[in-house]
């Protein structure tokens, strides 16, 4: 399987702040990357597809980019709602599709 | 859309669990239904898909010979049962599907709610 790894597992930020998650795979996977916000007790919600697609309704302070195996996210001007696990995931190997180990965001 | 998974469920080490995810507010046998799971405090884990229309599967290898995924098109819900249950398939299992993506690239944008399953003797 295709290992996907985040930086950093956990941050701590302030409201307003910009922050960056990084994902990388341990084999080229295109653009073939998708990313996640998870809160405590509820299903993941998606947030970005295919590296740099805004998922509908999400806001365009989330941003993605990256390509073959090294991606970020970047959410500006962080709000209190951010909080939670995010989660890339690569959907380009046909064995199985497999998430990072997630990095947790705290709000100050 | 909404994907509505059945109810937690408690088992004993070596049985079977069978959990469910109704689908509604689209076209159920035009998409795949995902399964993931994920244990207590880790990360979530792909177990596989069933396309709904064809009832392929696809079964990720940790998992082949245990899991099976079928579906029931007249009742738009998806399957999941899991057998040899052991200590450690103790997760939440989710069901998601892949609705409003408009390119090639497979991704999860409807997710069930979410199955407690724990495995306790």
Redesign the interface.
Known sequence: DIQMTQSPSSLSASVGDRITITCRSSQTIS????W?Q?KPGK????LI???S?L??GVPSRFSGSGSGTDFTLIINNLQPEDFGTY?C?Q?YS?????????TKLEIK | VQLVQSGAEVKKPGASVKVSCKASGYTFTSYNI?WVRQAPGQ????M?WINAGNGNT?Y???FQGRVTFTRDTSATTAYLELSSLRFEDTSVY?C?TSY????A?????Y????TLVTVSS
């Open positions: 653009n073939y990357l998708n996640y998870q299903a993941p919600k998606p597809y295919a590296a697609i998922q509908s989660y995931q959907t046909t064995l199985m599709y497999t998430f990072g180990q997630g | 995902y990360r979530l884990e792909c596989g696809k990720s290898q940790k989710y998601a409003r993506i408009t390119t690239v497979p991704a999860f944008d997710w069930g709610q979410g």
